[in-house]
Antibody, heavy 118, light 109 residues
Framework: EVQLVESGGGLVQPGGSLRLSCAAS????????MHWVRQATGKGLEWVSA???????YYPGSVKGRFTISRENAKNSLYLQMNSLRAGDTAVYYC????????????WGQGTMVTVSS | EIVLTQSPATLSLSPGERATLSCRASQSVSSYLAWYQQKPGQAPRLLIY???NRATGIPARFSGSGSGTDFTLTISSLEPEDFAVYYCQQRSNWPPKYTFGQGTKLEIK
């Protein structure tokens, strides 16, 4: 079964750091571009970061310089290092796979909650 | 930055009726547009990619159309499980940036 399972969420103080992990199974992880997408409670979806099969990375302006996406193909794992966290970063963070050749997210994890609060 | 605007914000219909959801892009995205369904407490599910291609396992009552800046998701005959929030999404060419519409809530009338 194709599956993504996130972990690492929790409560962190403003200015703090957190590292999220995503374990992939059921497919050849190294062959896919991978992403993080977040959703604040009651709000819409926001793309947070992407990493290509060659390790190239992309971010929107809202997190660039604070968040770092990485992957470890030998462990079928995706990561998101989040630094200088703000209250506005509070959200459920989803790991998602980009479907091969079609610029959309075809597999999603169940999400992990990140709360930034003092 | 390409902005996606979905309408209406809320759509109230009854089971068996036809639903038409709209997504408009601030500039052309060619056919690179996707649609997702999200139910409370669940992750989004991909319905349509490349504007009109159904994802694996998606029922035929879901269809997508459009190109350029105007796109439509149509549900031909609503089933009870179709009441949810729907999002459109695009990827800009370079540098790659992915954006979502604000969502349309499809609710039971």
């Amino acid at each position: 079964e194709v599956q993504l399972v996130e972990s690492g969420g929790g409560l962190v103080q403003p200015g703090g750091s957190l590292r999220l992990s995503c374990a992939a199974s059921g497919f050849t992880f190294s062959s896919y571009d991978m992403h993080w997408v977040r959703q604040a409670t009651g709000k819409g979806l926001e793309w947070v970061s992407a990493i290509g099969t060659a390790g190239d990375t992309y971010y929107p302006g809202s997190v660039k310089g604070r968040f770092t996406i990485s992957r470890e193909n030998a462990k079928n794992s995706l990561y998101l290092q989040m630094n200088s966290l703000r209250a506005g970063d509070t959200a459920v963070y989803y790991c998602a796979r980009e479907g091969s050749g079609y610029l959309a997210f075809d597999i999603w994890g169940q999400g992990t909650m990140v709360t930034v609060s003092s | 930055e390409i902005v996606l605007t979905q309408s209406p914000a809320t759509l109230s219909l009854s089971p068996g009726e036809r639903a038409t959801l709209s997504c408009r892009a601030s500039q052309s995205v060619s056919s690179y547009l996707a649609w997702y369904q999200q139910k409370p407490g669940q992750a989004p599910r991909l319905l349509i990619y490349d504007a009109s291609n159904r994802a694996t396992g998606i029922p035929a009552r879901f269809s997508g159309s459009g190109s350029g800046t105007d796109f439509t998701l149509t549900i031909s005959s609503l089933e009870p499980e179709d009441f949810a929030v729907y999002y459109c999404q695009q990827r800009s060419n370079w540098p790659p940036k992915y954006t979502f519409g604000q969502g349309t809530k499809l609710e039971i009338k």
